[in-house]
Nanobody, 118 residues
Framework: QVQLLESGGGSVQPGGSLRLSCAVS????????MGWYRQAPGGQRELIAG???????NYADSVKGRFTISRNIVNYALYLQMDSLKPEDTGTYYC????????????WGQGTQVTVSS
């Protein structure tokens, strides 16, 4: 069973930076995609940054130019560098993995809290 574990969340002032990490354990067959989702208080979970199995990245308009997603292709670790943080970036950030191998599955982390406030 694949498990995802996020870390790196915390509280930061507007304009600051944080780097989120997602450690992956378990057997991976074929990664279709991985990504970071954000759920603001009272809001729905939304995709803010994704990376395909081939390495193509995509970003929500709200974070383009400020956030950078990256990965380690050896151990499948996923990262999110967040710069120029704004109060509206506040929320719980979740790591996501989609495996398209012989037995396809999806996996989610438990989330890490990011608070941007002065």
């Amino acid at each position: 069973q694949v498990q995802l574990l996020e870390s790196g969340g915390g509280s930061v002032q507007p304009g600051g930076s944080l780097r989120l990490s997602c450690a992956v354990s378990g057997r991976i067959s074929q990664v279709n995609a991985m990504g970071w989702y954000r759920q603001a208080p009272g809001g729905q979970r939304e995709l803010i940054a994704g990376i395909s199995g081939g390495g193509t990245t995509n970003y929500a308009d709200s974070v383009k130019g400020r956030f950078t997603i990256s990965r380690n292709i050896v151990n499948y670790a996923l990262y999110l560098q967040m710069d120029s943080l704004k109060p509206e970036d506040t929320g719980t950030y979740y790591c996501y993995l989609n495996d398209g191998g012989p037995v396809p599955f999806e996996s989610w982390g438990q989330g890490t809290q990011v608070t941007v406030s002065s």
